[in-house]
Every structure is written in structure tokens, then in C-alpha cells.
């Protein structure tokens, strides 16, 4: 099944990047940086932190019970 995750839009103005993020999981986000590399480093981040949390969340509520006898 594929699932769009996230939209991603950049642009440069006056020498400034800006970056939106357009997701399911936290709604529109906006970046801004002077150098694209630390913009992007920073969407990057954000977005792992955002899948990592919702992969938590559902390994959690779902998959947690199976593993309790390998966890002790």
C-alpha cells in the first residue's frame, strides 16, 4: 500500500530559504534558514521525529503485547 507522508515545498527569497512541510501527522510546518543545508537538516529532523512518534504510538497500542515475555 503506498501512503503519501509528506509535501514538501522550498523556496528561495533574498537569499533565504524557506521550507513547508504539509502533513496528516502534524498539519502545515514552516522552516526558514539562510543556508538550504541546514533548512533541510532541520525538515529532516522534524519529520523523523514525527514518524518516529507515530511508529511508537502504533507499535505501542498494537504490537507491545506480543514482545512482554522478551522485554522481562
Known amino acids: ?3 503519501v507522508l509528506y509535501n514538501i515545498e522550498i523556496h528561495r527569497n533574498d537569499g533565504n ?3 513547508k512541510i504539509y502533513s496528516d501527522i502534524d498539519g502545515v510546518k514552516e522552516f ?4 538550504i543545508d541546514r533548512l533541510l537538516r532541520d525538515i529532516i529532523v522534524d519529520m523523523q521525529l514525527a ?10 497500542a498494537t504490537d507491545l503485547p506480543e514482545f512482554t515475555d522478551e522485554i522481562k
Do not use: K, P, Q, S
Open 1 to 3: 500500500m503506498e501512503e
Open 17 to 19: 530559504y524557506m521550507g
Open 32 to 35: 526558514e534558514n539562510n543556508r
Open 51 to 60: 514518524l518516529d512518534d507515530e511508529f511508537l504510538t502504533r507499535t505501542t
